[in-house]
Each structure stands twice: as structure tokens, then as C-alpha cells.
Nanobody, 118 residues
């Protein structure tokens, strides 16, 4: 069984920064793609950023230039550096990892709250 542990969320003022991290533990062969999603109440979960095993990253248009995703394969960890935060970034953030496929996420974190005050 694989477990993802997220950390780093919290409350920040608009224009501020937060850094999220997510570490995988348990039994697995390798981690393919890693990603961060977010979800506001009563809205669909949306992809924020993802990073492939080779390091290629992609971002939602709404966060380009403000968020940076990175990974440390030795630590089985994915990071999300968030800067110039806006109130509309307020959401529960979930990390996800693809272990058995290169085009799907089969392990999810429990979610961590990010709140940006205006």
C-alpha cells in the first residue's frame, strides 16, 4: 500500500507565498508522473501542475508564472512553490502520483487547505 503525505498549507495574505510538499511511502517500483490538483467547494477538481519522470512540467494557465512544480526522485517527493498568491487560489490542494501508468494518477493525498485572504 502506498501513502502520500502532504504538508505546507495554511493561511496567507494575497501576494504572499506558500510551499507545498508531498512524500510517498510504502511499496512501489517507481513513480512516473506527479501532480498537484486543487478543488474548491462544490467545484470540480482541477489540475494545477504536473511533472513527468523526466522533469518536464506543465501548468494550468491560471498559475503559469506564479507556481513552480519540482520533484526529488530520491526522496519520492513532489513540491509546489506558490508565489504571488491570489484569493482565487484558495482551495484544497491534492497531490497525486502515477505508479502503474504513465497517463493516469492512481494514488492521491488526503488534501491540504490553502487559504489566501484579500
Amino acid at each position: 500500500q502506498v501513502h502520500l503525505e502532504e504538508s505546507g498549507g495554511g493561511l496567507v495574505q494575497a501576494g504572499g507565498s506558500l510551499n507545498l510538499s508531498c512524500t510517498a511511502s510504502g511499496s512501489f517500483f517507481r513513480i512516473n508522473q506527479m501532480a498537484w490538483f486543487r478543488q474548491e467547494p462544490e467545484k470540480q477538481r482541477e489540475l494545477v501542475a504536473e511533472i513527468l519522470s523526466g522533469g518536464i512540467a506543465d501548468y494550468a494557465e491560471s498559475v503559469k508564472g506564479r507556481f513552480t512544480i519540482s520533484r526529488d526522485n530520491r526522496k519520492n517527493t513532489v513540491y509546489l512553490q506558490m508565489t504571488t498568491l491570489k484569493p482565487e487560489d484558495t482551495a484544497a490542494y491534492y497531490c497525486a502520483m502515477g505508479l502503474t501508468s504513465t497517463n493516469a494518477y492512481d494514488v492521491w493525498g488526503q488534501g491540504i487547505q490553502v487559504t489566501v485572504s484579500s
